[in-house]
């Protein structure tokens, strides 16, 4: 067992999951499910004898991390030739040697290693196998499917009783996702690095064009910015309060309807606490504005050099190719189909935040989210005391209120990549740039731009993004996205080739980097930048230079 003190934690993988803190009771229900599937179910894959004791994850100031010596048993047992390219994020500066010192396995022939991988593949060969896409298509159809049965039986709970069984149910139906996702991701890792290793960055440019439900959402959210009158502050005001709209303001407002039936479970983030496009549809307002317009874009086409042999290349790799874009594109769709059931998650705790409010045990239905899932369901079994789960949420609002201050303050320090035990560990982050005014990161979208820096850290300042400025942020959710059809460029502190702001990059040909630690700092909002997706390097430049 490791000494709590000496354990090394790395945010990543869920620093760019959770840009902010994340509420006790979002935490409770969804990172639950993050350690079980994420983490120790694939630790029993492998046969690790403390699978279901090591320390697995953490909240330090509100903030999620995960134990590192989990990456090190995960990727051990890779060849270099085959480990993921994004393994470099789990690791102090990116050192993924980092991962021969894990404990287990001794060796890729350990024998205990070989037998529990053997026996768990072939025991869900759909799922765990390349065949996984077709076990996601399967179970989305019946996630949406169990997910009305849901929300029906919601509408119709007429006690607390209810309402948790609900709880439990979308908490399993998220389970069956995950396990299917986990492997998604495996092989969306394997086949982007056999693709990168045989092409370079040409490997971004095939995998990219796949539908994906990211790119419906926008494009609808695109259609809604073209209707006349606009849905603006006004209109929703007047949607709110029952006002009577006229013939055109009615149109207008029957199309919002249907964008929020569709895809009002959309949110900022996958802490329950926040709320959805249905909930609040004023968040959308900073999306729609210059939905689907880039301005005067001057990226620069990295595939305008294509060669005969980069053709005949990518016509003998069209097999992976296809594969890969596969893995794309789930990779891409599991935050939408996640968020449908976490949509109902959040509903049914809003009523037992309505009910408990009401009993006088918190202030305002809202204060539930300082609850942990386990004390709720101990107050309604009777195990919990009234008054104790009235100071356990006072107490923990309190705290979380102080954790939300220092982020606020203190951006570039509140959350360190690693943590040694509760000490910040330094990382990669470069505090001045090289002497060419220039700092180098992960390159997740291939191409140039130059434009001025938008320095965005919280999604409700998108509206500040003007077309042709290049967005510089900590990391972006799929829900932040709509604003890249007016972007030149990417510029994210977290994340790799595969975390969603890369994807969505892709698809819309902006030159990205990812992996400069501190750097919403660094850049001053307004300043000129150039970004070079290609190598990974963000300077400094004037609005003049040439690229």
Same mark, same amino acid.
Request: no cysteine; proline share 5%; charged share 25%.
């Given at each position: 067992?490791?000494?709590?003190?000496?354990?090394?934690?790395?945010?990543?993988?869920?620093?760019?999951?959770?840009?902010?803190?994340?509420?006790?009771?979002?935490?409770?229900?969804?990172?639950?499910?993050?350690?079980?599937?994420?983490?120790?179910?694939?630790?029993?894959?492998?046969?690790?004898?403390?699978?279901?004791?090591?320390?697995?994850?953490?909240?330090?100031?509100?903030?999620?991390?995960?134990?590192?010596?989990?990456?090190?048993?995960?990727?051990?047992?890779?060849?270099?030739?085959?480990?993921?390219?994004?393994?470099?994020?789990?690791?102090?500066?990116?050192?993924?040697?980092?991962?021969?010192?894990?404990?287990?396995?001794?060796?890729?022939?350990?024998?205990?290693?070989?037998?529990?991988?053997?026996?768990?593949?072939?025991?869900?060969?759909?799922?765990?196998?390349?065949?996984?896409?077709?076990?996601?298509?399967?179970?989305?159809?019946?996630?949406?499917?169990?997910?009305?049965?849901?929300?029906?039986?919601?509408?119709?709970?007429?006690?607390?009783?209810?309402?948790?069984?609900?709880?439990?149910?979308?908490?399993?139906?998220?389970? +069956?996702?995950?396990?299917?996702?986990?492997?998604?991701?495996?092989?969306?890792?394997?086949?982007?690095?056999?693709?990168?290793?045989?092409?370079?960055?040409?490997?971004?440019?095939?995998?990219?064009?796949?539908?994906?439900?990211?790119?419906?959402?926008?494009?609808?959210?695109?259609?809604?910015?073209?209707?006349?009158?606009?849905?603006?502050?006004?209109?929703?005001?007047?949607?709110?309060?029952?006002?009577?709209?006229?013939?055109?303001?009615?149109?207008?407002?029957?199309?919002?309807?249907?964008?929020?039936?569709?895809?009002?479970?959309?949110?900022?983030?996958?802490?329950?606490?926040?709320?959805?496009?249905?909930?609040?549809?004023?968040?959308?307002?900073?999306?729609?504005?210059?939905?689907?317009?880039?301005?005067?874009? $001057?990226?620069?086409?990295?595939?305008?050099?294509?060669?005969?042999?980069?053709?005949?290349?990518?016509?003998?790799?069209?097999?992976?190719?296809?594969?890969?874009?596969?893995?794309?594109?789930?990779?891409?769709?599991?935050?939408?189909?996640?968020?449908?059931?976490?949509?109902?998650?959040?509903?049914?705790?809003?009523?037992?935040?309505?009910?408990?409010?009401?009993?006088?045990?918190?202030?305002?239905?809202?204060?539930?989210?300082?609850?942990?899932?386990?004390?709720?369901?101990?107050?309604?079994?009777?195990?919990?005391?009234?008054?104790?789960?009235?100071?356990?949420?006072?107490?923990?609002?309190?705290?979380?209120?102080?954790?939300?201050?220092?982020?606020?303050?203190?951006?570039?320090?509140?959350?360190?990549?690693?943590?040694?035990?509760?000490?910040?560990?330094?990382?990669?982050? $470069?505090? $001045?740039?090289?002497?060419?005014?220039?700092?180098?990161?992960?390159?997740?979208?291939?191409?140039?731009?130059?434009?001025?820096?938008?320095?965005?850290?919280?999604?409700?300042?998108?509206?500040?993004?003007?077309?042709?400025?290049?967005?510089?942020?900590?990391?972006?959710?799929?829900?932040?996205?709509?604003?890249?059809?007016?972007?030149?460029?990417?510029?994210?502190?977290?994340? +790799?080739?595969?975390?969603?702001?890369?994807?969505?990059?892709?698809?819309?040909?902006?030159?990205?980097?990812?992996?400069?630690?501190?750097?919403?700092?660094?850049?001053?909002?307004?300043?000129?930048?150039?970004?070079? +997706?290609?190598? +990974?390097?963000?300077?400094?430049?004037?609005?003049? $230079?040439?690229?």
């Amino acid at each position: 067992m490791q000494n709590e003190h000496a354990i090394l934690w790395t945010a990543g993988f869920l620093n760019e999951r959770f840009t902010t803190v994340v509420s006790p009771l979002g935490w409770s229900f969804v990172g639950a499910l993050f350690e079980r599937l994420a983490l120790r179910d694939p630790l029993r894959v492998m046969g690790f004898p403390e699978a279901e004791t090591i320390p697995a994850t953490r909240l330090w100031n509100g903030h999620p991390y995960i134990n590192a010596r989990i990456f090190q048993i995960f990727y051990k047992p890779f060849p270099d030739l085959l480990l993921p390219t994004d393994a470099v994020r789990y690791f102090p500066g990116g050192d993924v040697g980092y991962r021969k010192r894990a404990p287990y396995p001794r060796s890729v022939l350990q024998p205990r290693f070989l037998f529990s991988l053997a026996y768990h593949l072939l025991r869900d060969p759909v799922v765990t196998t390349p065949l996984n896409y077709l076990g996601w298509d399967r179970y989305t159809r019946y996630h949406d499917a169990r997910l009305g049965q849901l929300s029906a039986r919601l509408d119709k709970a007429t006690d607390a009783f209810e309402v948790l069984a609900v709880v439990e149910a979308t908490h399993q139906l998220d389970a +069956g996702l995950l396990h299917i996702h986990r492997w998604s991701l495996t092989y969306a890792d394997l086949t982007y690095k056999v693709l990168f290793d045989l092409a370079g960055a040409r490997a971004q440019t095939w995998i990219s064009g796949a539908p994906n439900k990211t790119r419906e959402v926008n494009e609808e959210l695109a259609a809604l910015a073209h209707l006349h009158p606009p849905v603006d502050a006004r209109l929703l005001a007047r949607i709110a309060a029952g006002e009577m709209l006229d013939p055109a303001e009615s149109r207008t407002a029957d199309a919002l309807a249907r964008f929020l039936r569709r895809h009002g479970h959309r949110s900022f983030s996958l802490d329950l606490a926040q709320p959805t496009f249905r909930d609040d549809p004023t968040q959308l307002l900073v999306l729609l504005a210059g939905a689907d317009t880039n301005g005067e874009s $001057q990226v620069v086409d990295t595939d305008s050099d294509a060669t005969h042999a980069s053709r005949f290349k990518e016509i003998v790799l069209k097999p992976l190719i296809a594969l890969a874009r596969k893995y794309a594109q789930l990779r891409e769709d599991q935050r939408y189909y996640w968020q449908k059931s976490l949509a109902v998650t959040r509903r049914a705790f809003l009523i037992l935040g309505t009910d408990l409010a009401a009993r006088g045990i918190i202030e305002q239905r809202s204060d539930i989210f300082y609850a942990l899932q386990a004390e709720i369901i101990r107050y309604y079994q009777i195990e919990l005391e009234p008054a104790e789960l009235t100071r356990a949420v006072r107490e923990r609002k309190r705290e979380w209120q102080t954790f939300a201050a220092r982020d606020r303050n203190a951006r570039a320090t509140a959350y360190p990549f690693f943590l040694l035990g509760d000490a910040a560990v330094a990382s990669e982050r $470069q505090t $001045q740039p090289n002497a060419h005014d220039m700092w180098r990161g992960r390159g997740v979208s291939a191409g140039s731009a130059r434009g001025r820096a938008r320095v965005v850290q919280d999604p409700r300042d998108l509206g500040r993004v003007s077309a042709g400025e290049i967005l510089v942020t900590p990391s972006t959710d799929p829900a932040w996205t709509p604003v890249f059809g007016r972007l030149r460029a990417l510029v994210m502190e977290r994340g +790799g080739v595969l975390s969603h702001g890369a994807v969505i990059a892709r698809e819309y040909r902006l030159p990205a980097v990812a992996g400069i630690a501190g750097i919403t700092e660094l850049i001053r909002d307004g300043e000129w930048i150039e970004v070079d +997706g290609t190598v +990974g390097t963000v300077r400094r430049t004037t609005k003049d $230079q040439r690229l």
